[in-house]
Each structure stands twice: as structure tokens, then as C-alpha cells.
């Protein structure tokens, strides 16, 4: 999937080219213990994908009167191989 730059981001605004990416990883927490534990969840995964690299991010917080969910969104595309 290609992602044009130059679009709005929640790192700022982007050169203009375009960013390849493999895929999308989306970190959601609603109850408050799942909200706690989500940095370490997202450091376990970066730890277990270390393949990857994260291209791009959107952190998302929305409430009503009962819940607070918080989600993070990883683009990402897969490290080239350094030839040796």
C-alpha cells in the first residue's frame, strides 16, 4: 500500500513522496487496568516485530460518560535486509 506524504499526520505534516507500507497494527484499550498495561503491550509487540519499522502512528482517545478507549494505530513496512 502506498501513502502519499505531504498528507496531515499526527506527527505533523509530511515531505512530499511517497511512503511504501506493509501493513497496520492497532492497539485498542477501553477499561482502565487495559489502559494502564498499554504501553507495555505495544513495547512486547515492537520487541516481537523488530522486523518492522514503524512508518507512521495516530493516537485516538474518545469517551462517552462511562468508558475511555484509547487506540494506537502503527503503520509499518518490513525492514529491508542489509546485504552483508
Known amino acids: 500500500m502506498l501513502v502519499p506524504r505531504g ?3 499526527i506527527t505533523g505534516w509530511m515531505e512530499d513522496s511517497v511512503v ?3 501493513g497496520a497494527k492497532v492497539f485498542s484499550a477501553t477499561r482502565a487496568k487495559e489502559r ?3 504501553g507495555e503491550t505495544i513495547t512486547r509487540w515492537l520487541k516481537a516485530n ?9 493516537v485516538t482517545q474518545s469517551s462517552d460518560r462511562e468508558f475511555h478507549c484509547v487506540t494506537v494505530t502503527f ?3 518490513e525492514r529491508v535486509a542489509e546485504a552483508s
Request: hydrophobic residues 50%; aromatic residues 10%; charged residues 30%.
Open 7 to 9: 498528507a496531515p499526520s
Open 20 to 22: 511504501m507500507i506493509t
Open 50 to 58: 523488530s522486523q518492522v519499522e514503524i512508518v507512521d502512528k495516530i
Open 36 to 38: 494502564e498495561e498499554l
Open 75 to 77: 503503520f509499518f513496512r
